[in-house]
Nanobody
Framework: QVQLVESGGGSVQAGGSLRLSCAAF????????WGWFRQAPGKEREGVAA????????RYADSVKGRFTVSQDNAKNTLYLQMNSLKPEDTAMYYC????????????????????WGRGTQVTVSS
């Protein structure tokens, strides 16, 4: 069973940058769909970005396109989310997740597709 541990969250001013990491442990299949999600208080969970470990295909929510970049280091079983030009509305708990395959689409990933989840890391952006 895959275990996921996020790190890299923190507090930053608007316009700043953060890089989140997600380390995967445990029994690993040869390929996964990796995703980043976020949830702010009182709001629904939002799919931020996803990457297919096989071919590197990525997808992003419209709200983060051009500002966030998802990447992976397969040798280290680690997923990253580089977040630039951060805005106060990016404030949320960020979660990484894994699925057995990536569904097609040009927008953010769907949480229902993902069966493995980390516990999250908090990102706070002040104005």
């Amino acid at each position: 069973q895959v275990q996921l541990v996020e790190s890299g969250g923190g507090s930053v001013q608007a316009g700043g940058s953060l890089r989140l990491s997600c380390a995967a442990f445990g029994y690993m299949y040869s390929s996964y769909c990796w995703g980043w999600f976020r949830q702010a208080p009182g709001k629904e969970r939002e799919g931020v970005a996803a990457i297919d470990s096989d071919d590197g295909t990525t997808r992003y929510a419209d709200s983060v396109k051009g500002r966030f970049t998802v990447s992976q280091d397969n040798a280290k079983n680690t997923l990253y989310l580089q977040m630039n030009s951060l805005k106060p509305e990016d404030t949320a708990m960020y979660y990484c997740a894994a699925a057995y395959y990536c569904s097609a689409g040009n927008s953010g990933p769907e949480s229902a597709d993902f069966g493995y989840w980390g516990r999250g890391t908090q990102v706070t952006v002040s104005s």
